[in-house]
């Protein structure tokens, strides 16, 4: 066990030090946990850029630290890269495994998924070249896939994200309030009121 000594002049040292000393010795858990606070920064700073998509920042945050401790566990300095361009891309690999396997509400095929993905992306580009919406045509080429896959993909990103039956859309008037609920349809009752009509009277006729 290290004493309080020897966890001050941990401390004392950068992170090149310190990750010499773990690499010889992975079982130093106090150089561990020093190199883990000290870059905890990067997992702040990659799970911002990703709130506002329907995932908690706190959850991002878990996520991302805990790819911080596998990029810690495998980096070898002696590669000659800064530890900050290791473990940026296993953090964000991470995030977005953590969206495409947990955040989408409908299981969807991964294939789907990652094609969503590039359909949403050609769709941004195209309306900013273009400055308006594409077809789904424009987007198919831009990809080149089929129309049909790109429909597809469309109708699967409504598994990423549900929407309330309460939320507001456009109505025929700024002045009404119209949710999604309002214009889905109802049971009609004066359909099945025809249906016993014409049964009674054919009955009865007889």
Do not use: H
Not at 177 to 202: A, C, M, P, R
Request: proline share 2%; net charge negative.
């Amino acid at each position: 066990m290290k004493d309080m000594s020897s966890v001050t002049n941990y401390l004392d040292m950068d992170n090149k030090e310190l990750f010499n000393i773990y690499s010889q010795d992975k079982s130093n858990k106090e150089v561990r946990d020093i190199l883990i606070e000290r870059n905890l920064y990067l997992v702040n700073i990659l799970a911002k850029k990703y709130i506002n998509k329907g995932v908690e920042f706190e959850d991002l945050y878990q996520v991302g630290s805990l790819a911080l401790i596998y990029a810690i566990e495998r980096y070898d300095m002696s590669k000659g890269y800064e530890f900050s361009s290791f473990a940026t891309p296993t953090i964000i690999g991470e995030i977005k495994k953590y969206f495409r396997d947990k955040v989408w509400t409908m299981r969807v095929p991964r294939r789907v998924q990652e094609l969503n993905k590039k359909v949403n992306e050609a769709k941004l580009l195209l309306e900013q070249q273009n400055k308006k919406k594409p077809k789904v045509k424009e987007i198919a080429e831009y990809i080149g896939c089929r129309e049909e896959e790109v429909l597809e993909a469309l109708e699967a990103s409504y598994g990423y994200q549900p929407v309330s039956l309460d939320s507001p859309i456009n109505g025929d008037s700024e002045d009404t309030e119209v949710t999604l609920i309002d214009k889905i349809g109802g049971q009609e009752d004066s359909f099945s009121n025809i249906e016993y009509k014409d049964f009674i009277e054919k009955f009865v006729n007889k």
